[in-house]
Nanobody, 123 residues
Framework: EVQLVESGGGLVQPGGSLRLSCAPS????????IGWFRQAPGKEREGVSC????????WYADSMKGRFTISSDNAKKLVYLQMNSLKPEDTAVYYC????????????????WGKGILVTVSA
């Protein structure tokens, strides 16, 4: 059974930083990408970033470029999302998922999802 478990969320002040971690387990096809998504209150879920497990290629949504960094630790089998210069509008539930990448074509969606973790940016 594939599971993705997020950790590292919480409350942070505007301008602060957080690092989210995603711990995938189970058998995930080698060509699957690990991605981060988020859903803010009253808004649709949106893609944040993704990383290829085969070649380390990355993608970021425009509003995250320069502030967020996705990385992977293959030895620990973890995927990280370093979030800097956080803004109140970054407040959302952040999800880790495995499948395609919304920034790459073709995109067929994600097959596996974590339960999500809340990030609140507030003074």
């Amino acid at each position: 059974e594939v599971q993705l478990v997020e950790s590292g969320g919480g409350l942070v002040q505007p301008g602060g930083s957080l690092r989210l971690s995603c711990a995938p387990s189970g058998i995930i096809p080698g060509h699957y990408v690990i991605g981060w998504f988020r859903q803010a209150p009253g808004k649709e879920r949106e893609g944040v970033s993704c990383i290829s497990r085969s070649d380390g290629d990355t993608w970021y949504a425009d509003s995250m470029k320069g502030r967020f960094t996705i990385s992977s630790d293959n030895a620990k089998k973890l995927v990280y999302l370093q979030m800097n210069s956080l803004k109140p509008e970054d407040t959302a539930v952040y999800y880790c998922a495995a499948g395609g990448c919304p920034g790459w074509v073709p995109y067929y969606g994600m097959d596996y999802w974590g339960k999500g973790i809340l990030v609140t940016v507030s003074a």
